[in-house]
Nanobody
Framework: QVQLVESGGGLVQAGGSLRLSCAAS????????MGWFRRAPGKTREFVAA????????YYADSVKGRFTISRDNAKNTVYLQTNSLKPEDTAVYYC??????????????????WGQGTQVTVSS
């Protein structure tokens, strides 16, 4: 059973940066994609970024494009989310997820099979 553990969240002032990590264990085969989602207080969970494992293609929500960068380290079975120029509206619990299925797109929660418990990111103004 795949287990995902996020880390790197914290409290940061607007304009600051955080690097989130998601370490995978128990994997018997490589995923098709890994992604980051977030849930802000009082809102539904939304897509943030995704990366295809085979070729490293990346995808971003419009709200974070140009500020966030998703990357992977195959040897460490780890995916990262570098968050720069953080805004108060970025405050949320950030979740990493893994998809074991091929899909044309990786924006939907329904595509992902495994989820971490989340790490809190709080951005103050």
């Amino acid at each position: 059973q795949v287990q995902l553990v996020e880390s790197g969240g914290g409290l940061v002032q607007a304009g600051g940066s955080l690097r989130l990590s998601c370490a995978a264990s128990g994997r018997t085969s490589r995923p098709y994609a890994m992604g980051w989602f977030r849930r802000a207080p009082g809102k539904t969970r939304e897509f943030v970024a995704a990366i295809e494992w085979s070729d490293g293609s990346t995808y971003y929500a419009d709200s974070v494009k140009g500020r966030f960068t998703i990357s992977r380290d195959n040897a460490k079975n780890t995916v990262y989310l570098q968050t720069n120029s953080l805004k108060p509206e970025d405050t949320a619990v950030y979740y990493c997820a893994e998809s074991t299925y091929y899909s044309l797109t990786y924006y939907s929660e329904q595509v992902y099979n495994y989820w971490g418990q989340g790490t809190q990111v709080t951005v103050s103004s």
